[in-house]
């Protein structure tokens, strides 16, 4: 069993900060890329920002500049550090990952569970 478990969302005003996490656990032989997709009311779930293994990343044009993801592969860890948030970035953040569950096997895709960010005043 793999899971992926995100912390970090909550309540914050425009112009503020917020810093996401999600850990990923269970029988895991390597993860491949990581990354953070967010869905608002009404609206189809779109990428936010990933970042492969080696630590390259990959952003929407509508957070760059102002959001940084990053990981830490020995807590299978990834992060999305939100600056300058604004209430259009209001949505549930899910988190992504590519995981091999074995050296025989492929990659499959898993999701966290998802996290409400808000900004508004």
């Known amino acids: 069993q793999v899971q992926l478990v995100e912390s970090g969302g909550g309540l914050v005003q425009p112009g503020g900060s917020l810093r996401l996490s999600c850990a990923a656990s269970g029988s895991i032989y390597r993860v491949n890329d990581m990354g953070w997709y967010r869905q608002a009311p009404g609206k189809q779930r779109e990428l936010v920002a990933t970042?492969?293994?080696?630590?390259?990343?990959n952003y929407a044009d509508s957070v760059k500049g102002r959001f940084t993801i990053s990981r830490d592969n020995a807590k299978k860890t990834v992060y999305l550090q939100m600056n300058s948030l604004r209430p259009e970035d209001t949505a549930v953040y899910y988190c992504?990952?590519?995981?091999?569950?074995?050296?025989?096997?492929?990659?499959?895709?898993?999701w966290g569970q998802g996290t409400q960010v808000t900004v508004s005043s």
């Open positions: 970042i492969t293994s080696g630590g390259s990343p």
């Open positions: 992504n990952a590519e995981i091999r569950r074995a050296y025989w096997s492929d990659g499959n895709d898993y």
